[in-house]
Every structure is written in structure tokens, then in C-alpha cells.
């Protein structure tokens, strides 16, 4: 559920000051560096019909599956219910 970047985009670009002053900046700027990387890896997911993932494990309902992208960066893709994860 990826809601929470509708939250991120909503904030004006000078809230900077207003954060800072109630001592929230780096948590905020903290999210929005994990919302970058979370758009990242979702426009790199939307591009499975383009790009051939290669099939690694399959395992109690689950798949694993990775490629590399254009700058060589593995990716790793789990399909299925995880149950138990802590």
C-alpha cells in the first residue's frame, strides 16, 4: 500500500523550516529518501514485460526471482503469502 507518498507529495516545498522548528526535519527527510527509493523500485517492477526476470527458487507457495538492471543493480523479486516473518 503505497498511500503514504500521496501524504509525501502533499507537503509544500518550504515545510523544511516548520519541521525543523518542531524537530521532525530529519525523520521527514528520512521518509522522503525511503519514498525515492520505494518509486525507484516500483517503476523498476512495472518494467517485467520489458525485462525478463530469471526464476530462482520456488518454495512452499512462494517464488523468487532476479535480474539486473541497465547499471548492473541486482534486483530480487518474492512472489506469494510470507507467513511468519518477523
Known amino acids: 500500500d503505497a498511500r503514504w507518498l500521496d501524504a509525501l507529495d502533499t507537503l509544500p516545498a518550504d515545510c523544511d523550516e516548520a519541521a525543523e522548528r518542531m524537530g521532525y526535519l530529519r ?3 528520512e ?4 519514498g525515492s527509493a520505494f518509486r525507484e523500485a516500483r517503476r523498476q ?6 525485462i525478463e526476470w530469471e526464476v530462482g527458487h520456488s518454495y512452499l507457495g512462494t517464488s523468487t ?3 539486473h538492471d541497465e547499471n548492473g543493480t541486482l ?3 518474492t512472489e506469494g503469502v510470507l507467513e511468519g516473518i518477523n
Not at 521518509?31 to 525511503?34: A, H, R
Open 27 to 29: 525523520e521527514i527527510k
Open 31 to 34: 521518509i522522503q529518501k525511503v
Open 45 to 50: 517492477c512495472s518494467k517485467d514485460e520489458e
Open 65 to 67: 526471482s532476479f535480474r
Open 75 to 77: 534486483w530480487l523479486k
